[in-house]
């Protein structure tokens, strides 16, 4: 949809979801600042490395890693010289139910698809062997494929949606590949090497949505008990990573073991000193100029909605939440009034989710600038970086912390609140 006239294409235009499409980027993109342009990096590693390497890519929720990653697949690599395998793990897994063989069972299955739908010429006793296998470790008969075909559903795409969907299904899975899981990557790899050799290409696998898992032990468990798993696959691959992880002190055994580690960082609107980022600034009021006309908004509106939120992702839904609020007041534009009380909402939600113990380390993260737990078994920080609660930003002078924009105007409460308690 082209820059929004009116509210409610200012609705309509302004939904928290990566962009996707050629035509998506050509109307909304707006580019990032030097130091920001991560993806553009890790394409120039690909293209001019001949070690097929691995990459953790990090991102606070609703910085806009799907966008830049949507963006690196679809405009910045060559198809001519690369095979682009870009999917998110929410699309075709249980991420509430969710195992390191189930992952790879589902890659290999991606591959695979890939090479069907690109008719990829495969050698017929590796392709027998391959599907055998996948048929063997999923409990699927040759009966059922046959019947799927009524359906479209390819061989791939069938087990997919097994492993995802079907407990039992993920459950046998994952007794099969107990002891034989490396046989699985072998023959993963074994693909990938043919996928290559007949088509010329080299092949980049991208998985999003990893850093979504929805349990802390889950992702500990797949990142730090498996991370050696994740380094054998014979290709580029990209994985998301969960950035309260990288909090903890495993991360830097694990960091090292990856070709390389890359942060998409927030825009902060204002530095660790309190001072206003004019280039940021600018940064925000450029996304909204390019989905909306800005006379849709009042100037001051605008900027109190940047200011109290600094993050991409709240950003656009105080946007889109304000519009529908000043169409329904019967208003031809966005006002102070709307941002308000979006805001004022936002917070509450917020508020209803902090304890005392979130209160107390937030108020020492905007004291300090700094985020960290005191020892191993204190989670606290990352529960509060995992929520957005608590945000970090880097800057030429380094990495800091801070409290997420929208909740400062209750920093002072709350410390009232402990000052009468105690």
Request: aromatic share 10%; charged share 40%; glycine share 2%.
């Amino acid at each position: 949809m082209p820059r929004a006239k009116n509210l409610v294409e200012v609705y309509n235009n302004f939904v928290v979801e990566p962009l996707k499409t050629e035509e998506e980027f050509k109307e909304f993109y707006v580019e990032r600042s030097k130091e920001a342009q991560i993806v553009e990096e890790i394409r120039d590693r690909i293209e001019n490395s001949i070690r097929k390497e691995k990459y953790l890519f990090l991102g606070f929720r609703g910085s806009g890693k799907s966008t830049e990653l949507n963006k690196l697949s679809l405009k910045l690599l060559n198809k001519n010289r690369f095979i682009i395998i870009k999917y998110s793990v929410r699309d075709i897994l249980d991420v509430n139910d969710f195992d390191v063989r189930d992952f790879f069972a589902s890659m290999a299955l991606k591959i695979y698809e890939t090479a069907e739908e690109m008719e990829i010429e495969i050698m017929k006793d590796l392709k027998r062997d391959f599907k055998k296998f996948m048929m063997k470790i999923t409990r699927v008969e040759e009966r059922e494929i046959k019947e799927t075909k009524g359906f479209g559903l390819t061989f791939s795409k069938f087990l997919i949606l097994k492993i995802g969907r079907e407990a039992e299904t993920r459950k046998y899975v994952r007794k099969e590949l107990r002891t034989r899981i490396s046989e699985l990557i072998q023959r993963q790899n074994i693909l990938i090497e043919e996928i290559e050799n007949e088509s010329d290409k080299r092949v980049v696998v991208i998985i999003d949505d990893l850093d979504k898992l929805t349990r802390g032990e889950q992702a500990d468990e797949f990142f730090y008990k498996n991370y050696s798993l994740l380094l054998k696959p014979n290709c580029f691959v990209i994985y998301t990573f969960p950035v309260p992880l990288a909090f903890n002190p495993f991360f830097e055994n694990v960091r090292q073991s990856f070709d390389g580690c890359f942060i998409l960082p927030q825009h902060p609107i204002k530095d660790r000193k309190g001072n206003i980022i004019k280039e940021n600034l600018k940064f925000y009021k450029r996304v909204a100029e390019k989905r909306m006309d800005l006379s849709l908004i009042d100037e001051d509106a605008l900027e109190e909605a940047i200011i109290s939120t600094g993050k991409l992702g709240e950003f656009i839904s105080i946007i889109r939440d304000s519009a529908i609020k000043a169409y329904r007041n019967k208003k031809t534009k966005i006002t102070s009034e709307e941002i308000r009380e979006s805001l004022e909402k936002l917070r509450r939600i917020y508020d209803r989710t902090i304890t005392e113990e979130h209160k107390k380390r937030l108020i020492e993260i905007h004291e300090r600038k700094e985020a960290r737990d005191r020892d191993i078994s204190d989670t606290i920080t990352r529960e509060l970086l995992f929520s957005l609660t608590a945000v970090e930003y880097e800057d030429k002078e380094g990495r800091w912390c801070d409290v997420n924009p929208i909740l400062l105007p209750l920093l002072k409460r709350w410390k009232k609140e402990m000052k009468r308690k105690f």
